[in-house]
C-alpha cells in the first residue's frame, strides 16, 4: 500500500530550530512537498523536493533522500506563528498526503 | 489576484439527501483537485480534473460521489444520498499546471466544511 508518516504533534521553543521527518512508502514518485495548515484555515504550499538535497526558502528548508524515502522540513527561528499543522505530501500518478505534525510552540 | 474560492463555506443537510460543492480555481490553472479532509486527518484525495476532463477520479469513495468541470474552468463536486460518514472538509485545490514531473504548486481554497445530521 502506499503510506506517508510524520510525527503527530511536536512540541519546540520559540527562537529554536525544529525538524519535521517524513518517511514514504508509495508506487511512483516525483517529489515531496510540504504544506502548512492553520487551524480551520486551507493549506500552503511551503515547499517541494524532486532531487536529493536541501532546499532553502527563508526560515524554512526542506530535505529529501530518495534512497532512503525520507525527507524533513526544517524550521528555524521559531516565531508563535508557526503553530500550525504541517503536512509533507508525495506526489504519485496523485497526490498522497500525511496524516500531519502539529506543531506546538511555547513562549 | 484571487485565490480559489468554494461555495457554501458551510452546508448543513440531512443523511439522503442531494448536496453539491462549487470550487472555482485560479483563473488559467489547467489542473484542478478535490480532497475530503476529516478532522486530525490530512487532505484524502478525491479527484484531479486537466482541463474538462477528469484524469484521476480513483479517489472517489463510491458512485455517490461524482464532479464536473464542463468548460474547464468552475468545478461542482456532487453528492448523492448523503451519509453521516460524508461529513468532512471538502478542500478545491487548482495549479498552473500538472504532470508528472511533480512541480506544480497546489493553491487550495479555503473549503466546504459538510455536516450531514
Known amino acids: 500500500g502506499q503510506s506517508l508518516e510524520q510525527p503527530s504533534e511536536v512540541t519546540a521553543v520559540e527562537g529554536a530550530i525544529v525538524q519535521i521527518n517524513c518517511t514514504y512508502q508509495?508506487?511512483?514518485?516525483?517529489?515531496l512537498s510540504w504544506y502548512q495548515q492553520h487551524d480551520g484555515g486551507a493549506p500552503t504550499f511551503l515547499s517541494y523536493?524532486?532531487?536529493?538535497g536541501l532546499e532553502e526558502t527563508g526560515r524554512f528548508s526542506s530535505f529529501l533522500s530518495r534512497s532512503d524515502s525520507y525527507g524533513y522540513l526544517l524550521l528555524q527561528e521559531l516565531q508563535m506563528k508557526d503553530s500550525a499543522s504541517y503536512f509533507c505530501?508525495?506526489?504519485?500518478?496523485?497526490?498522497?498526503f500525511g496524516k500531519g505534525t502539529r506543531l506546538h510552540i511555547l513562549p | 489576484g484571487a485565490g480559489v474560492s468554494q461555495t457554501p463555506s458551510n452546508k448543513v443537510t440531512e443523511k439522503g439527501k442531494y448536496v453539491e460543492l462549487r470550487c472555482d480555481p485560479i483563473?488559467?490553472?489547467?489542473?484542478l483537485y478535490w480532497y475530503r479532509q476529516s478532522l486530525g486527518q490530512g487532505p484524502e484525495f478525491l479527484i484531479y480534473?486537466?482541463?474538462?476532463?477528469?484524469?484521476?477520479d480513483s479517489g472517489l469513495p463510491n458512485d455517490r460521489f461524482f464532479a464536473v468541470r464542463p468548460e474547464g474552468s468552475v468545478s461542482t463536486l456532487k453528492i448523492q444520498r448523503t451519509e453521516r460518514g460524508d461529513s468532512a472538509v471538502y478542500l478545491c485545490?487548482?495549479?498552473?499546471?500538472?504532470?508528472?514531473?511533480?512541480?506544480?504548486?497546489?493553491?487550495f481554497g479555503p473549503g466546504t466544511r459538510l455536516t450531514v445530521l
Open positions: 485545490a487548482s495549479s498552473p499546471l500538472a504532470g508528472g514531473d511533480g512541480t506544480d504548486t497546489q493553491y
Open positions: 508509495t508506487s511512483g514518485f516525483y517529489g
Open positions: 523536493n524532486a532531487l536529493d
Open positions: 505530501a508525495v506526489r504519485d500518478d496523485k497526490i498522497i
Open positions: 483563473s488559467g490553472h489547467t489542473a
Open positions: 480534473f486537466q482541463g474538462t476532463g477528469a484524469a484521476d
